[in-house]
């Protein structure tokens, strides 16, 4: 019986999935695994037994991923499964920037008397603002979002220059034709009217819009950041909207010095807040969870290798997640022989220090044969998962 511990509300479509075998739920102790959205898991303790935890959403900001990396959990994320969601917030920010919906709206609302319409008509040039087709549109980032906003604007008449120094195959199959490849940030900066940014924050891109970046952009840009707040230095941007360099600066991650100034349009954190795309993530994370409990399998891991070998009737499987050290896989070969195990099936991969090898075993394994595994010099975590049916 697979325990699962919930810490934030999980949707349904997601949870319903867990089979007889599972207790799911936000009072469950030593869980085998975690469910999380946004709740800090930061200084979380992480119990020993404690196997993966999937983050319902693309972030993982709110995860210890180096404490999970040493102590052998698996971090997932479900990336695009809210990719709609954020993409159609992202295009509704395109217009609010440009055309000062949000203060004409709020105009509105304090008008008095009964010659509203004369009011209105005499007022309204106040909220002029430019269209947004011919309009060259910077995309940072192509990944699941980045590559639906790009599309989208190109569908929408804009110019769409995208820069993405990592971008995967499958993106770039997915990538309209009319996107134009930008080959450096500098690109981005000196042509667009209006930059999107789509990047998870890292060492290198936190802080990325900066006084240096901002000083390069054209004067009246308009910035959109709906990725992490940490991507746009505070300062700065406040100084570029004081002196019009920044006409608007629209984000899903407002901070208090930015709240009341002209230009900033602060949006409260709605980019994955739709019944969709909360129903589409807890069902990806659920089956990422299902997959590596059940098979071993590793789905779009954050922290460990992505590693799927079918599984062989008849057969047990190890998993053994260790760091990547040479002669590892002959270490596991020989300790496998010397219990009277032989091997099946084998596959291995590596990330960086940390490394995956999953190996399907036929014979009967000794009592301590998680001890002895997991006594091997490089081996974080060790699993034996019963006989295939």
């Known amino acids: 019986m697979y325990q ?9 479509a997601g949870t319903s999935r867990f089979g007889k075998n599972y207790v799911c739920g936000e009072a469950v102790e030593n869980p085998d695994a975690i469910l999380v959205r946004s709740a800090n898991m930061l200084d ?8 993966a935890i999937a983050r319902a959403g693309a972030g993982v900001n709110n995860i210890p991923l180096k404490r999970c990396s040493e102590q052998g959990i698996v971090v997932f994320n479900t990336p695009g499964a809210n990719a709609n969601a954020v993409k159609e917030l992202v295009l509704c920010a395109l217009f609010l920037s440009s055309r000062k919906i949000v203060s004409g709206i709020e105009w509105c609302k304090s008008l008095t008397g009964e010659d509203v319409a004369k009011q209105i008509e005499k007022g309204k040039s106040k909220f002029v603002g430019p269209e947004i087709a011919g309009k060259r549109l910077g995309v940072i980032g192509l990944g699941a979002i980045g590559v639906l906003v790009a599309n989208a604007a190109t569908g929408l008449g804009m110019q769409v ?3 993405d120094p990592y971008l995967s195959v499958d993106a770039a ?3 309209s034709r009319g996107v134009h490849h930008a080959r450096s940030l ?5 042509a667009c009217d209006y930059i999107t940014l789509h990047v998870p924050q890292t060492p290198d891109t936190k802080g990325m819009i900066n006084a240096d970046s901002l000083g390069k952009m054209k004067n009246g840009v308009r910035i959109l950041n709906f990725a992490r707040g940490g991507l746009v230095e505070t300062v700065p941007m406040l100084e570029a909207l004081a002196t019009g360099k920044v006409a608007a600066y629209a984000t899903d991650f407002p901070v208090p010095a930015m709240l009341g100034v002209r230009g900033v349009l602060p949006v409260p954190h709605l980019g994955a807040s739709t019944p969709e795309s909360e129903d589409n993530c807890a069902r990806m994370a659920v089956d990422e969870l299902r997959e590596y409990l059940e098979n071993g399998n590793i789905m779009r891991s954050v922290n460990l290798p992505a590693l799927a070998m079918a599984r062989r009737p008849g057969s047990a499987r190890v998993c053994l997640i260790h760091r990547n050290l040479p002669n590892t896989i002959g270490a596991f070969a020989g300790k496998l022989a010397e219990m009277g195990l032989n091997i099946e099936n084998m596959q291995s991969k590596s990330r960086n220090e940390y490394a995956y090898t999953v190996l399907d075993v036929t014979g009967a394994f000794p009592e301590n044969a998680v001890e002895r595994l997991s006594n091997l010099e490089p081996v974080i975590r060790a699993r034996i998962l019963p006989q295939n049916a």
């Open 44 to 51: 979380a303790e992480l119990p020993e037994n404690l196997l």
């Open 4 to 12: 699962v511990k919930c810490f934030n509300k999980i949707s349904p």
């Open 161 to 163: 220059f995208g820069y």
């Open 186 to 190: 500098e690109e981005i900066w000196s």
């Open 173 to 175: 199959w997915g990538l």
